[in-house]
């Protein structure tokens, strides 16, 4: 079956335009996260949704960053008034039933590039 | 705090060499733990995973990993490297409650000569 997808794979915007990144877990998921990985770095946590309920917007940098998953399934992580700090790679990962034993299954990731 | 270090930033074997990448964490409790592999264009590609029991785990690719509680580490290995496996890996820790996050460490990138 087809894997998780993220669009748009890359994306150049200019400084304080708002950016909407999607993410389409694989089917059946309940789970999903959003990472932010910079250059050089590993990635790090941003928000958890289970089903429709943002469980866990802990590691979401300020108040220029949202998200939202309506319907349980597809989710987009928004970003308000970029900057050029807001520029690496978002990923996000689906999870079956958000058990720590399940495996995360990562998307291909969106590059963002703030100018 | 919950940490994960991968002392190597870099490491360059030849095809056919032995590998073993280094992964030292620090949490609380015993973790879940895995190593992922990114390949350029690529998501992350889960290579193995261990959460409890037998401490040598078997990944896909060739590749096994033990868990070392009195070292804290988890390192990754595998007996010959192929050029294909040039890539950079990530070791991460799962939290064990909560939204079981996953805390990554920074990689290692592998080169493979040939």
């Known amino acids: 079956g087809a894997g998780v997808s993220q669009s748009p794979r890359y994306k150049v915007t200019k400084r304080g335009q708002d950016v909407a990144l999607r993410c389409d877990p694989i089917?059946?998921?309940?789970?999903l996260y959003w990472y932010r990985q910079a250059l050089g770095q590993g990635p790090e946590f941003l928000t958890y949704?289970?089903?429709?309920?943002?469980?866990?917007k802990s590691g979401l940098p300020n108040d220029r960053f949202s998200a939202e998953r309506p319907e349980g399934s597809i989710s987009t992580l928004t970003i308000q008034r970029t900057e050029q700090r807001d520029s690496a790679m978002y990923r996000c990962?689906?999870?079956?039933?958000?058990?720590?034993?399940?495996?995360?299954?990562f998307g291909p990731g969106t590059r963002l590039t703030v100018l | 705090a919950q940490s994960v270090t991968q002392p190597d930033i870099h490491i360059t074997v030849s095809e056919g060499a032995s590998l073993e990448l280094r992964c030292n964490y620090s949490y609380g409790a015993t973790p879940y733990l895995f190593w992922y592999v990114q390949s350029p264009g690529q998501g992350l590609q889960l290579l193995l995973k261990?959460?409890?029991?037998?401490?040598l785990v078997q990944g896909i690719k060739g590749f096994e990993a033990e868990f070392k509680r009195s070292q804290s580490s988890f390192n990754l290995r595998k007996p010959s490297v192929h050029w294909s496996d040039a890539a950079e890996y990530f070791c991460a820790v799962g939290t064990t409650s909560g939204t079981y996050k996953y805390i990554f460490g920074t990689g290692t990138r592998l080169k493979v000569l040939a």
């Open positions: 261990y959460f409890s029991g037998d401490t």
């Open positions: 949704f289970n089903y429709e309920a943002q469980q866990d």
């Open positions: 089917s059946g998921h309940v789970s």
């Open positions: 990962a689906s999870s079956l039933a958000g058990q720590g034993t399940d495996t995360q299954y």
